[in-house]
């Protein structure tokens, strides 16, 4: 009987160690990572058609760490999540909030970037008169936030405001303006930003960074950022790398990569560089 138990456990810690290999085999020696390619300064292409910006830096960045073979490719947003659950790529990083309905069909790592969204206008507007402010809204603080967004609505009330389809921005107008707006959608951010410079819309609404690198562009003069910055409800957790549910060897790794990047300043380096502000998650 002792035989047989002794054989059992042996056979035990054989398998345990097959299994420790083939989690180790299981580590990626190259990964293909996805980002839009037109939301500067996040992601973008350049002139000469090269992806560059936050995202493209702070991928190769966390593919340094990784130690794995990195290829950034350009996707249209609205194909981000079905290219990817068909393996078309392994990883995206696109300016993404993780959200729950998100959650319900891809993964994400934890959040790399935290970055309040707000609306630019002319500065000539009721709301332009207001300037922007510090204040950040946490969505979940409901009264604070309910009294800050009815502060709003009479100074946007009939205006056409212009927002990227599918996104959380597009959600969070379409929960608290609804009843107070006009919104219009986009394809793509840099549509939206040619509608506000041609007056044919008279706010957009995204995320605070990139509106105001759209806002210091010579076009745009006349407009401002203004009101209080939104996170958290409809923005979910902040911005993640959106991957496979199946990837979890993929998804430690990277989480270990932007623990890393987050703890000796990357991020905090690479964001002032792009958007002139910490995006830093507060861990």
């Not at 079905?82 to 959040?111: C, H, N, Y």
């Not at 394809?187 to 007056?199: F, I």
Request: charged share 25%; hydrophobic share 45%; net charge negative.
């Amino acid at each position: 009987m002792k035989v047989h138990r002794l054989a059992a456990v042996a056979a035990l810690f054989s398998m345990l160690g097959f299994g420790q290999t083939t989690l180790a085999q299981d580590a990626p020696k190259s990964i293909t990572i996805a980002t839009e390619g037109a939301y500067a300064p996040w992601n973008f292409i350049t002139a000469d058609g090269k992806l560059d910006g936050l995202e493209v830096d702070l991928a190769n960045d966390l593919c340094a760490r990784m130690k794995i073979q990195c290829t950034i490719v350009a996707q249209d947003w609205e194909g981000l999540i079905p290219s990817l659950q068909v393996g078309k790529f392994d990883v995206i990083m696109a300016s993404m909030f993780i959200t729950p309905t998100r959650l319900e069909t891809i993964d994400f790592t934890q959040p790399y970037a935290v970055d309040p969204s707000g609306f630019a206008v002319a500065k000539d507007s009721d709301l332009g008169k207001l300037g922007i402010t510090a204040e950040k809204f946490k969505l979940e603080d409901e009264a604070g936030s309910a009294a800050a967004i009815e502060k709003l609505k009479p100074l946007l009330k009939g205006k056409i405001v212009g927002v990227q389809a599918a996104t959380a921005n597009l959600e969070f107008l379409k929960k608290y303006f609804a009843d107070t707006v006009e919104i219009r959608e986009y394809k793509t951010t840099e549509q939206h930003d040619l509608d506000l410079a041609a007056g044919r819309v008279d706010a957009l609404f995204a995320q605070q960074t990139a509106l105001t690198a759209t806002l210091a562009k010579p076009d745009f003069s006349g407009f401002t950022l203004a009101g209080p910055g939104f996170v958290g409800g409809v923005f979910g957790l902040g911005t993640g790398a959106g991957m496979r549910k199946e990837d979890a060897k993929l998804k430690v790794m990277l989480n270990a990569a932007i623990d890393g990047a987050i703890a000796d300043g990357t991020i905090k380096r690479i964001s002032e560089k792009w958007v002139k502000t910490d995006v830093t998650p507060v861990k």
